[in-house]
């Protein structure tokens, strides 16, 4: 079954650094798909945070550009989210998604003040 798996989430206080992993399994080869990442914080709608596409152009929400950083190692059939000088406001489930493939569980990401 085609999946992508989040992890890496955690507790960390304001100004940490947490790295997230999504990784492909089944027929998903990262290398020839765009992943992206989204979050979703209680209460809110689900908002997107970074993307990168097969060719490796990025792109990112303005709230996080400047400290999260969306890469992918195609040997490890991986994509991550290096997210640094995190903030409160970057509480929420991340969720990584390639189209075709269903939602999963996500990773809960909390930042305490």
């Known amino acids: 079954q085609v999946q992508l798996v989040e992890s890496g989430g955690g507790l960390v206080q304001a100004g940490g650094s947490l790295r997230l992993s999504c990784a492909a399994s089944?027929?998903?080869?990262?290398?020839?798909?765009?992943i992206t990442w989204y979050r979703q914080a209680p209460g809110k709608q689900r908002e997107l945070v970074a993307i990168?596409?097969?060719?490796?152009?990025?792109d990112y929400a303005d709230s996080v550009k400047d400290r999260f950083t969306i890469s992918r190692d195609n040997t490890k059939n991986t994509v991550y989210l290096q997210m640094n000088s995190l903030k409160p406001e970057d509480t929420a489930v991340y969720y990584c998604?390639?189209?075709?493939?269903?939602w999963g569980q996500g990773t809960q990401v909390t930042v305490s003040s």
């Open positions: 990168i596409s097969s060719g490796g152009r990025t």
């Open positions: 089944g027929s998903i080869f990262i290398r020839f798909n765009t």
């Open positions: 998604k390639s189209p075709g493939v269903n």
